[in-house]
């Protein structure tokens, strides 16, 4: 098996001895890295991306701390930035179509198209209608009609905002 000799001031491998077990080589560094100093170096069974020492034990950075430590902003989610040293999240409006992410300005934006506005107030227009027939076979029947009702409601509210970004066509 390989074993990982780091430097803990840098966190960079230094040394890959081999060795059968890891309890063999903890018994006796220096018979595998004559230089092995414990206040120098650490080692490990893992070799590690992207280390960080944490108590004095060796481990692999995590998403934040690769963002906030090592300045690596494309792990940014959508939604996401950094602000006094803190990842801030913001929640996508619900009422947005195709939810974008504006990195620039960070805030949520429509990115939906025309054609793809279109064509969902077209589906809306259809879903409305279907709502309204089975609506009426609820009512005929006696059957209580409130979800299909909030449905429909549901159904105007997203087509009227469509409408608005889209223009009225």
């Given at each position: 098996?390989?074993?990982?000799i780091?430097?803990i ?8 001895p081999i ?9 006796e560094?220096?018979r595998?890295?004559?230089e092995w100093n414990?206040?120098y170096?650490?080692?490990?069974e893992?070799?590690?991306?992207n ?9 692999e950075?995590?998403?934040e ?13 959508d939604?996401?930035?950094i602000?006094n040293?803190k990842?801030i999240?913001?929640?996508a ?7 974008l992410w504006?990195k ?7 990115g939906?198209?025309?054609?793809e506005i279109?064509?969902e ?8 209608t279907?709502l ?5 076979r609820w009512?005929k ?5 409130l ?15 469509l409408?608005i970004i889209?223009?009225e066509n």
């Amino acid at each position: 098996m390989i074993i990982y000799i780091y430097d803990i001031k840098t966190l960079t491998v230094v040394a890959r001895p081999i060795v059968n077990s890891y309890r063999e080589f903890k018994a006796e560094p220096i018979r595998y890295y004559p230089e092995w100093n414990v206040d120098y170096h650490i080692s490990t069974e893992i070799e590690f991306q992207n280390p960080i020492l944490d108590s004095g034990v060796i481990r692999e950075k995590t998403r934040e701390e690769l963002i906030l430590l090592d300045n690596k902003t494309e792990l940014l989610h959508d939604g996401e930035y950094i602000e006094n040293n803190k990842i801030i999240r913001v929640e996508a409006p619900s009422y947005l179509f195709k939810k974008l992410w504006n990195k620039d300005i960070n805030v949520w934006e429509e990115g939906a198209t025309q054609e793809e506005i279109n064509l969902e107030v077209n589906r809306l227009i259809d879903e409305f209608t279907i709502l309204g027939e089975q609506k009426e076979r609820w009512i005929k029947y006696g059957f209580d009609v409130l979800d299909i009702e909030n449905k429909m409601a549901e159904n105007i509210i997203q087509r009227n905002y469509l409408l608005i970004i889209g223009g009225e066509n």
